[in-house]
């Protein structure tokens, strides 16, 4: 069972930045892609960006776009969401996951971590 661990989340100013970042407890030999999706109270589970774990074709929902950047470290086994010009609608529980195929469908993720709250104030 892979855990994943979030954290580099907080409370920020519109227009400020934070880091994120995603941290497996192991290797899954199964697992392509990481994801990163946000909750806001009252609302779905929404799907932010994705990376493959090798090349790259990163994705981004057309909300985030442009503001952030998904990356990744191999060797440190990390995962980082880099977001820029943070509005207050970004604020949310962010979560990264994994899946064994390229997807934007939280559904089709099979490990999640526990979540880190990103709170932009206006």
């Known amino acids: 069972q892979v855990q994943l661990v979030e954290s580099g989340g907080g409370s920020v100013q519109e227009g400020g930045s934070l880091r994120l970042s995603c941290a497996p407890s192991?290797?899954?030999?199964?697992?392509?892609?990481y994801g990163w999706f946000r909750q806001a109270p009252g609302k779905e589970r929404e799907f932010v960006a994705l990376?493959?774990?090798?090349?790259?074709?990163?994705l981004y929902a057309d909300s985030v776009k442009g503001r952030f950047t998904i990356s990744r470290d191999n060797p440190k086994n990390m995962v980082y969401l880099q977001m820029n010009s943070l509005k207050a609608e970004d604020t949310a529980v962010y979560y990264c996951a994994l899946a064994s195929r390229y997807t934007a469908n939280h559904r089709e993720y099979d490990y999640w971590g526990q979540g880190t709250q990103v709170t932009v104030v206006s």
């Open positions: 192991a290797r899954s030999s199964s697992s392509s892609v």
């Open positions: 990376i493959r774990l090798r090349g790259y074709s990163p």
